[in-house]
Structure formats: C-alpha cells, structure tokens
C-alpha cells in the first residue's frame, strides 16, 4: 500500500469571552459573533479539528471556561486545542478538564522552555503544541519569533526555535506568519518549505489563507501536516466542503 | 427504564469531560470512580488515558485503582481502554522507562517508527481495517493521537489495524471481556460514537 501524506483542515477561532474576533496582521480587533456558533457550525461541517486562541488572555475568566469551552466541548466529538496566556501546569490541567485536547503553548514556553518538557511529561507530548508567530527578518533573511500576537521580536531565530521545542518534548507545531495573517493573499510558503526540512513532528501552516487554492498551493509544494484557517472561513469565502472536494483526486489521506 | 451507570476511571489526568459527554448522550450515566469505593461492582468500566504511560500507570496505583480493575474484570466485567487506557492493558511499556502496566493482555507497548511522511506522534484521522463488519473499512475516519502503540503476543486479539509507515499498528484489541481503542472515539464523529455505543450497548 502507497503511503499516503495525512493532511489535516483546522478552523482557527481567536476568541474573546465568548465572542468570535478577528484582526489583520493582528491589528485591529473585530467581532464576528459568537464564537459558539461558529465553533459549532465548523463542527457539523465536517471541520477536522478546532483551535481556540485567546490572544487576549481572557483565557482564564468563566466566561471563556463555562459559557464557551466547556460548553462547545459537549457537544463537539473531534479534536480542539486551546491556547493563548496559558502559564502554568495547572492552567493546562483546567483546560484539558474542560474538554480540550492540546494546549498550544507560545509566550510561557519562549520565557521558559523548561514548560514544554513538563507539560509532555504530564499530559503527553501529543497533548502539547508549540504555537510560533513567526515574521520575516529581512536583514538576515530569516525568521524570527515574535509573542505578544506578533507584536513583540524575541530575537530568537525561528529555526534554533524549532530544534528547542522539538527537544524539549513538544508534539505539533502550529506556526502563524505575521507577515500574512489576516491578508488572504496566501500562506507564507518560503517559511514552511524552510521549516519542513529539519522538522519531524506535525507542522500546522497557519495566516494568509483566502482562497482554496492556497490550501492546495501549499499541501502540493510544502510538506506541512494541515493548515489552520481563520478569516476565509468565518466570512464564508472557502466551504469546508467545497475545500475538501477540491482534494478529492489528490494523493493525501484526507477526512470527507 | 432507568438509565445504566458506566464507571470510569477519573485518576486526574487528561480529558474525561469529553468521553464522559459522549457516554452520557448515548443514553448512559457516567460514575466516576476517583477512588476504589467509588466502582459500581457489575457495572461497564471504561479507561481512559492521556499523558504518558509511567505517570498513568503511577497515579492509577497512588490511587489503588489499579488492583480494583483487575479484581473486577477477572470477574467477567466489561472494560474498555481509551488510548493510552489501552496501552495501560498490556504487561510492559517502553515509553521513558520500562514500566509494568496491568497485564490484562498479552503485549508490549513500543514507539512508533517515524519517517518523512509517517511523523510521530501519529496524529491526525485514519481510516481502520476493522474485523468488525460494522464499519465499512473504506468509509470510516478514526481520530488518532499517539507517539507509542501496542504489539501484542496473540495477534488474535486484534480486531482492527491501521498501516502507518513501516508500523502495523493495531487499533482495536479485545480479549474476552477486556476492549480497547487506540483511537479516541470521542473525538471521532459519528464513526466514534458508533464504536463506543457498541461497547455500551454490548
């Protein structure tokens, strides 16, 4: 049997209180609804996995747990990870007693590393997804991690990044480009081809996704695992079916 | 008619809000038994797992939850291994450290072989060869998460498998009244809730 590449569709929900938001380069907050709906919607289309970011640490409020988290794990039977401001181990724990699956880790993890390879301990390397917001230095012509939803320059190189976390027990990188998040003109596929060559855990290409043919762009000339998407999807610009259909006839293992 | 409890396994690791919602909207109530004077004797058990096998297994035993499995199940109680719940049945593991699980099947857990295309952990929806002839082997996804699967002694007790690479990984296992799943069948849509109703309804 030829082995297939798995390629997996993630809806990204950024998500305060209980409200669907949005925002370009990460700009700009917008409310789209409420992330409820959505959430649920992405789910009985046939989404393969959901991810929910709280980019402004509203994380831990009950807002977020009960009317949200807790309530949307209930009734949603695939795969959702959580992320945004979480610190501690405890957090982590809270968050996976809500319903969640993965936590992505981001700022707590570039402060201290050592967090990831507690965390994997615990719950599981599966369970622990390195979050990246990585942007374009174009001096060095690399790229650099970036926290803060893209707004503060670690200095931190994204490729010694990558070998850190990998190290340290992470199980899946979701990597956002600040340069193309919330542009729709595409993902940033210099990035990932860069990445895919030392990477050996699941990568989630992540910012820029507008049309179908970006997904496919990128599945076809990357070696990325999935890609999360945001914007395209709350306005209804790519149908989660209609994205799935378009791979019918390609060489992936894809859930339909 | 009222409804039947299913027991499971609550020893503070890991996700049971969602299996236990799944229970729960198949038409079960679910008792969760922190402790061994928790389990309702006669009643289903279901385990799950999430994190790694030497701290399942260490907080399985803090907690004597362990003893109380395998006192029960030898009397013929059905149990049913959630991921890591199923990796728990087998003798030893490898993952970190050896370490001792509950012995229930023949077997050894071991880490998956990983390649370019075929990354580990194993992560994503695969469709399952089934024995069982209620799930079309073409149409069916299963959501998997693992870095670590079962080789068992017996191959008789495997009742579905996956190919991933070079790994044959058995999915499904069941030994008189001992079930597991490697998959997570409360993550798995439709195709998940029809495996673990068959269970419960068994």
Redesign the interface.
């Known amino acids: 049997?030829k082995?297939l590449?798995?390629f997996?569709f993630i809806s990204r929900l950024d998500i305060k209180d209980e409200y669907l938001i949005k925002s370009i380069n990460f700009e700009g907050l917008k409310k789209v609804g409420l992330a409820k709906d959505y959430a649920l919607d992405y789910y009985n289309n046939?989404i393969?996995e959901l991810f929910y970011i709280d980019g402004v640490s509203t994380l831990f409020n009950k807002k977020f747990i009960k009317s949200f988290l807790?309530m949307t794990?209930?009734?949603i039977?695939?795969?959702v990870t959580v992320g945004g401001g979480i610190k501690t181990i405890n957090q982590a724990?809270k968050i996976?007693?809500?319903?969640?699956?993965?936590i992505a880790i981001n700022t707590a993890a570039v402060k201290n590393p050592e967090i990831i390879k507690k965390l994997?301990?615990?719950?599981?390397?599966?369970?622990v997804v390195s979050y990246i917001e990585a942007k374009k230095n174009n001096v060095n012509q690399t790229w650099d991690v970036y926290v803060n939803n893209g707004k503060e320059n670690t200095g931190i190189n994204i490729m010694n990044w990558i070998e850190v976390v990998q190290k340290k027990g992470a199980?899946?990188l979701l990597i956002t480009s600040v340069d193309n998040e919330g542009t729709e003109k595409g993902f940033d596929y210099e990035l990932y081809e860069k990445i895919a060559n030392i990477v050996?855990?699941?990568v989630i290409a992540n910012g820029g996704c507008g049309k179908i043919c970006d997904v496919i762009k990128i599945s076809e000339n990357v070696?990325v695992?999935?890609v999360a998407i945001s914007s395209a999807l709350h306005y209804n610009k790519i149908k989660i079916d209609d994205l799935k259909n378009s791979f019918k006839k390609k060489p992936f293992?894809i859930?339909? | 008619m009222k409804k039947k409890y299913i027991n499971i396994i609550d020893y503070g690791v890991g996700n049971i809000f969602s299996i236990s919602k799944s229970i729960e909207s198949l038409g079960y109530n679910c008792n969760f038994v922190k402790k061994p004077s928790d389990l309702l004797k006669n009643q289903k058990i279901v385990l799950p797992g999430v994190g790694s096998f030497p701290e399942c297994k260490k907080l399985l035993k803090k907690k004597k939850l362990d003893k109380i499995i395998i006192d029960e199940t030898n009397k013929g109680t059905l149990l049913l291994g959630v991921c890591i719940g199923m990796q728990l049945l087998m003798d030893f593991s490898f993952e970190l450290k050896k370490t001792k699980g509950l012995g229930l099947i023949k077997g050894t857990v071991e880490k998956i072989k990983s390649d370019k295309i075929n990354k580990v952990p194993n992560t994503g929806w695969r469709q399952v060869n089934f024995n069982n002839k209620n799930f079309d082997n073409k149409k069916n996804y299963f959501y998997f998460v693992h870095s670590y699967k079962v080789r068992l002694k017996d191959k008789k007790n495997q009742t579905g498998f996956i190919k991933y690479g070079k790994n044959v990984i058995p999915t499904s296992i069941k030994k008189n009244n001992i079930y597991g799943c490697q998959f997570h069948p409360e993550k798995s849509g439709i195709d998940g809730m029809k495996f673990l109703k068959g269970f419960l309804d068994e």
């Open positions: 049997m082995s590449r798995n997996r046939n393969d807790r794990c209930e009734k039977r695939i795969p724990k996976l007693k809500s319903g969640a699956d993965k994997s301990e615990l719950i599981g390397s599966q369970s199980g899946e050996e855990i699941p070696k695992d999935g293992n859930r339909y």
